[in-house]
């Protein structure tokens, strides 16, 4: 590695963590100042406040990564060719692709850094955000969804016709087991409650139906059904309150991990609302891939050198990291309402800059 390289990956680099860390100090100044009251409200002490702010500047960060590695790169690039640094370089023989290269070594760095973050550190930290806020900040959620259809294990389906997720109580439950595409079995109850002590379901005046027919005759063709019941009896379901909390978002709280198992187990129930965790899961894969695409395009727009200073290229660089925020929400929010495919929604940003990219490269001076 030459010494403009270093010169150039400690620039980038430092300028963009300066800037995180300045944004991140306003941004959590501003959100300490807006929920003031409800701590008060709250009787928090400072440490549970400072538990709070921990888990969300992480969030925060995550959360201005890819506009704040293109204002550093906008920034940082603009400053160079303002004192002629890019023409010396290009002058000494140095190809524009050559140069390139400690910008591609620092999106690396930040690229790694936001995958690990937005995987597995930013996902913990916003579960315990998120438990904070629904306990401190937000309304109580009441489940309300009715006549409630899963299935939880291979060919064995459960019905609730309705759920309290305040006293942990399903009413009018059954559960049917099939072999071969016939009813084999089935339990019914008046209703089932959630012991947390136990950590079971408790059903109370269930019966259940098995359909067996070892002693049908042959010439019979109607099996024989057997009829147990009883008042209470403790089992254990695939399913738990979890099940029946608020979901909006919920998949910020996820690891990568969890996110792959939570949408395997949607997909198995055939449940609804799959999209919005099939495109938070690619939208993660393609975060990295965002980085390096912000960087070719930053370098681009700003290693001219312009008469009027470097803030013509700032600004130009803010209008385009904003239409790509917009392009990239206006996506993500198609692919949750079934409108595109999740891949489709998280790459198609990435692919349409990558297009708007090489025509700036094109006409940049070399």
Not at 78 to 96: K, N, P
Not at 144 to 171: E, S
Not at 198 to 223: G, I, Q
Not at 290 to 296: D, R
């Amino acid at each position: 590695m030459k010494i403009i390289d270093q010169y150039i990956m400690k620039r980038v680099l430092s300028t963009f963590f300066f800037v995180v860390l300045i944004l991140m100090a306003i941004i959590t100044v501003i959100d300490i100042t807006e929920k003031m009251d409800k701590f008060a409200k709250n009787n928090l002490g400072s440490g549970a406040v400072l538990g709070y702010y921990l888990d969300f500047i992480p969030w925060i960060m995550g959360l201005i990564t890819p506009i704040t590695i293109f204002i550093a790169i906008i920034y940082v690039t603009s400053r160079m060719a303002s004192h002629t640094e890019i023409i010396s370089i290009l002058s000494g023989g140095v190809s524009f692709r050559r140069f390139l290269v400690p910008y591609f070594i620092a999106a690396g760095v930040v690229a790694s850094i936001s995958f690990a973050l937005n995987g597995w550190v930013i996902p913990a930290a916003t579960k315990s955000r998120l438990a904070f806020e629904l306990q401190y900040f937000n309304n109580r959620y009441y489940y309300d969804a009715r006549n409630i259809h899963l299935q939880v294990a291979p060919q064995v389906y459960l019905f609730i016709q309705n759920y309290n997720n305040v006293t942990n109580v399903g009413y009018q439950f059954s559960l049917e087991r099939f072999q071969d595409n016939v009813l084999v079995e089935k339990l019914t109850s008046d209703n089932i409650t959630w012991d947390t002590v136990k950590r079971t379901w408790s059903l109370k005046y269930w019966k259940l139906h098995r359909v067996n027919d070892v002693f049908t005759s042959a010439s019979t063709t109607d099996p024989k059904t057997f009829l147990t019941y009883g008042n209470e009896m403790d089992t254990a379901l695939a399913i738990s309150p979890k099940d029946f909390e608020a979901q909006e978002r919920s998949y910020e709280g996820m690891t990568t991990p969890e996110l792959t198992e939570h949408i395997a187990k949607l997909r198995f129930r055939g449940a609804s609302g799959v999209a919005m965790y099939e495109v938070e899961k690619h939208i993660r894969t393609a975060a990295p891939f965002t980085t390096f695409i912000l960087v070719f395009m930053g370098v681009t727009v700003s290693s001219r050198k312009s008469r009027g200073g470097t803030g013509l290229q700032i600004a130009l660089g803010f209008v385009l990291a904003f239409i790509f925020i917009l392009f990239f929400l206006l996506t993500r929010r198609f692919a949750e309402t079934g409108s595109m495919h999740p891949i489709l929604a998280a790459w198609t940003p990435n692919c349409i800059f990558t297009v708007v990219s090489l025509v700036l490269y094109r006409f940049t001076p070399r």
